[in-house]
């Protein structure tokens, strides 16, 4: 399962429940700045707990893999006055087809759970889809600010 947010709230729920029932999950998770990441300890401490390294392949996704797993990777878009470097283990720059497919290496295998303002679920599903993600296993919850 991959779940793409700028909107965590919804897919947090989503995720442990997910993983409740033994079920892979991979989030890529955008914020302007580091600070505005909620629940980022949160997802650390499940990322540790299954023992799953960031970029881990989501095979078992479709049926063939042992167990569950779960792996975070937040993409930084905004920049501060000052040049403030990004947190390690943070990306610096937009969810892309790049960050996604280095995430999962077999898109097409996952449903995809997006949530967000519309123009960053807009770009989100055209990267998804040039990726080789199934339009049919896309599924989005919008709101705006």
Known sequence: ????????????????ELLSQGVPVVLLYSVRHPEEAAF????TDLAAAYSTA??????????????????????????????KCRPVGMLQGRIDRQVIVGAVADVSVCDVYLCG???????IETELVAAGAQQQRIYTESFSF
Request: net charge negative.
């Open 40 to 43: 980022l300890q949160e997802f």
């Open 1 to 16: 399962m991959l779940l793409v947010a700028a909107g965590i709230t919804p897919l947090r729920v989503i995720c442990l």
């Open 54 to 83: 960031q970029g881990a392949d989501l095979a078992a996704a479709a049926g063939e893999g042992t167990g569950p797993s779960f792996s975070v990777v937040v993409a930084i878009t905004g920049a501060r006055p000052g040049g």
């Open 117 to 123: 303002p519309a123009a960053f679920m807009s770009a």
